[in-house]
């Protein structure tokens, strides 16, 4: 029997890798292809390559670390990589400052023309300083002279603003740019300002952040940031994140802490590249899942882990951004649009409101896929939605070799029919260190059609490509020289000419012979594959998310062929093959022209909210006429569960 | 020369005493007839008798203090009053639990009668909790419960109570009351608590605070505190304080702490006297001058400093009290009324409010008395106001006796014209050690009536009870048993028989003859008394509220003889001898009966503020009717203050 290996599991970029003997921290990472900062070369003196070793597996810092390092560092457990061997599993966190690139993050998706009409709105002023003769005071001054010049009526000053108010009117000469919300002065500049009006949009995913920069008089996307969302840190996913945050206040405080904090780095970094101050940021609006929604107002979560699952609020929320810690304008709100339940959050009104599904005619579909895969359907002007479970299985996560698409992840793969050999390509064209969503996506739609696993979903012993790992489960490696270098040495092992095999495939096989058969498979561990585990979780998850598809047509009483347009929103479902999607099931066999990929719909509408009042109007009617269908309670649920986790027949395949 | 004195000055009660020599401050300060506590009655083991002394004249702690006092005190002066001696002028603070007996305050004025409609009012709901086939969120479902049961309609939840929800219903089975205040839910509570709706109104004066506990369902005051408005410490009157918190942010947010955290130490007082806790207070109102009312906002006062001395804003304010760090209702509000100009706050709102000036029919003037005088007058429907630098005078300040309201201040003087010799009253009856407002007023129209001063303020060297200090400064001393003892002792000193004065009296008296009359007066320092400076404070300080009334009628173009009411609003307004307003001129002569005395106007203001919207209304209408008219713009304000200085001839005093 093999020596074990050492797990290592990295954070936040949810990759895991293994070694076989105790090695350098820093090395073993760049192995894995992480792009690990190091300037210094491994001497300990750059500092760069901070990790944090999770679950106090942080070993004593050395003299070197203890020059470096703050105490509080030191304490959390964050150690220089190069100083440190991996000798057992560990789990390790590396910070967004230690890695030499971001991860491969689609923040922005396709957008659509709408008319600019910001909520915040700046005027210039120039004005009569006050006399003896006339004391009206500062803000009644400022009032008047909006009626006057810009026939604006404001009824109101921020209380912060009205504390900046009187410096800047003396320092400026009496000469200022007052920026009005609803009525409301938010924010009050020296001199002429109003040529700049910035606004930040974001998207808070349960993965990741997309933070945009907004040109608020053009409308147009002057910049944008994609983070890792750090409550990874706290849980992978929504669930145990809010376990977390539901043990007590104080977790609570620390997982909307990290968010806040990030979101705010991200618009200083913005800002900074931009040339702005943080100040002159007028107004964020952000959309994201009920339980990052929540999260990030600090609002409790535990009922959201309990059954119905309701949320606190279905309504848009308008939110002084001090009130939870974020650096804007002075005065500054944030907007967060409306949630529909506990399981479909304001992300999703976004992509209904970015992709206009809400008001297109005929019966079209919306689906953003993701750990949780909320689905809109729009029928007759009347909209559904559902929100699936269908698990983290295509961000990588359960799945062996499964990781995020960052660099050095499989995303596309072919399967040869005739010889079974794949053959793949990886994000950056990187040595392949794992497999992400697309890829496995591709490889399951691939195994299908070459006959490798049939439509339930198991190997085919005799298919002649199949291996088995230590422990003798079934797999498929996906790495094209391992074929090569079998067949050329003309290894006794299962992987053999698919020639040699179409021969005996055509016998019916005994159960003995079967049982012989995978005896004689040859071993193939630590290899880059899939297996028999990983397709039963991609079945489960393709298979929730085909069910509620399924019961929103039920529901609407219609019939797949009538669809006439799938909208495929989200990150991850601009990356993957749609013959694809169809060919293992996920979708029904609709023609490919009808389905559209629009990318990142949700940051789309989180700016489109942000740069017009009429579009966060319909955001809000959106989050009125939605009707949410609890899957679990229709009674056709099982029974469509049941057909939906088997893959098509062989004839189906496109 | 006798040897100088040691002055002792003691905050904030604003007292001044004298010691002959180094004394125990502990026993000098009870013999100055301030009640501060003593338990162990000086061993310095109870620790009751902390002071603090100012500005970095404490002495090293002794062992006992070092025990008893903490490290924090001990950095801030703070030492027991009864472990040290007072060597040299002093000035030390007594905070307000080292005092046995509050400071005489006045905090309520006479009330009208007025239609109950708070602001916030409160709604019992059971609701019918969330099931996986009615998963709307739980603040939708009480908007929609408030709808239904009550046809409330809601729009907006405070983000804090947002917060405090899903755990309240769950823990009360669903059974809540909801506070809504203008559409918003501003507090979430368990069961039906209906019953029990409670609100704070204050009045932030310079010198008192005045805190009032209302029902809101009644509109009855449960309970009031009066307390010494801590800025004191700062700087007694209203510029020093503008000087001081303009020197820098943190100045300012200091001198905005203190006064904040005084009237949190009062709510909680109230509210645990009267078995509420703080959380329960639903709404707050607060009126006070236009300094006040930015430190208490924490609002930059510079520019009220400085001419024009404008306010920041003219409007009402509507802040979350947790936004200046007031202790109330989660989502609670603060209310400020309107502040008409620099010197015209929100108290004179509240007072015009209160006494029902604003809709008086004929020529009706209020006025409350303090060291800015504020006076309306109401004409025709037509509303004036005035602010008069009347100074500190009557608050006892400048005035070598002087004290504010305390016990032992003499607050009644009565002369007898034949002898010459007072009859004194105290507060508490306690011996005397100073005189208040009150007091001054009445000596100097007694002094005036028994012609010991003439129309000019001058003493009459020849009325036969005049004596002088030891610089030679003339006075009138107010102690009876000092004209006993000099009578009975037949000494010959300037106070002799009035029998004797008279005769000398109908001589013409030669320069010569004065100064050798001045010669030959006894010593009387450190007695009680009344001296030429101190007239001469007072001259200016009722020559400059006569001069706001003469400008408001010449503005209004009527004459004295047109006012059909004078209010006198105000603690030290309501203590005043009405008749001797008059005989010094401070108010034209008019009719007794056409003066009233309303007692503290401004809290009553504050608190139909609180009970009623519709007050609340007419407030915000008073403020804009209300128009500002600055003296010293006006052509004939210097005609008018140097007839006002003068005193009314003797053949006009009543």
Known sequence: ????KIKIEVEPIGKRFFIDEPA????????AGIE????CGGKGTCGKCRIMFMNGSANEPNEQELKILS?????????LACQHEFTEDTTIYIPASSLSEEQKLQVIGQERDIKIEPVVNKYYLKLERATLKDVKADFNRIKDSLKSTHSITVDNIDFRVLREMPKILRENNWEITVSVRNKEIILIEGKDTTDKSYGIAVDLGTTKIAVLLVDLLSGKTIDKKGVMNPQISFGEDVMSRIDFASEDDMKLKQIQQVVIDAINEAIVELCNKNGLKVSEILEMTLVGNTAMHHLFLGLPVRQLGLSPFPALTNDSIDLKARE?????????????MPVVAGFIGSDHIAMILATGLYNMEGNCIGIDIGTNT???LISQSKLYSVSTASGPAFEGAHIRYGMRAAPGAIERVIIDPQTCVPKIQTIDDKDPVGICGSGILDAIAELLKANIIDKRGKFKLDSGCI???NLGNLQYVLLPSYYEERINNNQDCGVKNKQDMTQKDTAQNSDTDMEELKKSLCPCDDLISINQKDIVEIQLAKGAMRTGIEILLENAKIDFKDIDKIIIAGAFGSYIDTKNVINIGMFPNVPLKKISQVGNAASI?????LISKTQRKIAEDIGRMDNYLELTVFPTFSDHFALSVSFPSPEEII
Chains 1, 2 share one sequence.
């Open 467 to 469: 291996c088995k790992d």
């Open 605 to 609: 509408g989180a700016k489109m909210a």
């Open 1 to 4: 029997m093999p020596k074990s």
């Open 374 to 376: 909320e689905i809109a």
């Open 36 to 39: 690990i900062k190091s300037v």
């Open 24 to 31: 350098n921290c820093l090395k073993s990472i760049q192995d």
């Open 324 to 336: 939870v810690g974020i650096n804007i304008a002075t005065g500054g709100y944030i907007y967060l």
């Open 71 to 79: 105490k509080e560092e030191i304490e959390h457990g964050v150690r």
